[in-house]
């Protein structure tokens, strides 16, 4: 692929996250996304098919640049506790990379069981497994009485919530104080080692 084809891809991409955080997936249009990248219609379906295709790749994106994170923590030789905090960390700056997109991919898997469907297609296609290896680790750790003994799920579960109603809360702090970016970041450092600190309180046996 040539760098205006590279270009062009981008443009698509850009305009398609664009449109699905204004107006949600299900009433995003591919002649808008079109408009907003100014390319041909036909362009989009050159490159991504379909409206599920785009939004697959734009989930995938995001998940692979957290995947190999993940993968090289679990293969060190790291004690639980700083495993748990360094896939939180992750997590956590995952989302505060690109807030919007992570808040439109939970808002729409929790609101549409389709696109829930589609994105576990996704993955078990693509032969993604990112969490094998730390249920391992998990099981192995409630054998030995070292953490409470609820299932991993759960755990999963606190992580993304606790993460991002971080990130839910945001916008409204924003708009109550006027906060300016510095102070937004200084924020969201408090609130990362907050929210590690909570979970392993939480997981104390």
């Not at 379909?50 to 995938?60: D, G, V, W």
């Not at 969490?131 to 680790?137: E, G, L, N």
């Not at 755990?155 to 839910?168: E, H, K, Y």
């Not at 924020?187 to 997981?203: D, K, M, P, V």
Request: hydrophobic share 45%; aromatic share 8%; proline share 2%.
């Amino acid at each position: 692929m040539n760098n205006s084809e590279l270009n062009t891809e981008q443009l698509i991409l850009e305009a398609a996250k664009t449109e699905f955080f204004e107006k949600g997936y299900g009433n995003a249009k591919m002649m808008a996304i079109a408009k907003r990248a100014n390319v041909a219609h036909s362009m989009l379906h050159y490159y991504f098919r379909s409206k599920e295709n785009l939004f697959q790749t734009i989930f995938l994106k995001q998940i692979q640049t957290v995947l190999p994170i993940y993968e090289s923590v679990l293969e060190q030789r790291l004690c639980f506790t700083e495993i748990v905090r360094i896939l939180m960390e992750t997590q956590f700056n995952s989302m505060a990379r690109d807030i919007k997109l992570s808040l439109f991919i939970l808002t729409e898997i929790l609101a549409n069981k389709e696109n829930r469907a589609m994105l576990s297609e996704v993955l078990t296609g693509k032969g993604i497994n990112p969490f094998s290896k730390m249920i391992d680790i998990w099981d192995e750790e409630v054998k030995k009485g070292a953490i409470r003994p609820i299932p991993f799920q759960d755990f999963m579960m606190m992580l993304i919530s606790i993460n991002a109603s971080s990130f839910v809360a945001m916008p409204i702090l924003e708009d109550i104080n006027g906060l300016k970016e510095e102070a937004i970041e200084n924020l969201l450092t408090e609130r990362r080692e907050s929210n590690i600190q909570f979970i392993l309180g939480a997981l104390q046996s």
